[in-house]
Nanobody, 120 residues
Framework: QVQLVESGGDSVQAGGSLTLSCVASGFMFSLSCMGWFRQAPGKEREEVGSLNGYDEPRYTDHVKGRFTIFKDNAKKTLYLQMNNLKPEDTAIYYC??????????????WGQGTQVTVSS
């Protein structure tokens, strides 16, 4: 059974930093596509970035240069390092996974989400 459990969400001031974690189980973590998504109140869910099964990252333009996705295969944990946070980064952040090495448009598995709130 696939499980994704996020943690690390918090309330921070603009300009601050946070690191989100996603502990995965039930699939071949090291070879799978992993992603971070977010959904702000009243908005559609959007992809923040992803790391494919070849460890190649991609990011949405909104977070390039501020966010970094990385993983620890031994701990089966995906991370999202967020720096220089802005109020518009406020959202529920979700971890997602897919057994394909290349990231699909629709991820198969999702975590429960963790809240990030950035105040000005």
């Amino acid at each position: 059974q696939v499980q994704l459990v996020e943690s690390g969400g918090d309330s921070v001031q603009a300009g601050g930093s946070l690191t989100l974690s996603c502990v995965a189980s039930g699939f071949m973590f090291s070879l799978s596509c992993m992603g971070w998504f977010r959904q702000a109140p009243g908005k559609e869910r959007e992809e923040v970035g992803s790391l494919n099964g070849y460890d190649e990252p991609r990011y949405t333009d909104h977070v390039k240069g501020r966010f970094t996705i990385f993983k620890d295969n031994a701990k089966k944990t995906l991370y999202l390092q967020m720096n220089n946070l802005k109020p518009e980064d406020t959202a529920i952040y979700y971890c997602a996974a897919d057994r394909n090495r290349w990231c699909p448009a629709d991820f198969a598995y999702w975590g429960q989400g963790t809240q990030v709130t950035v105040s000005s």
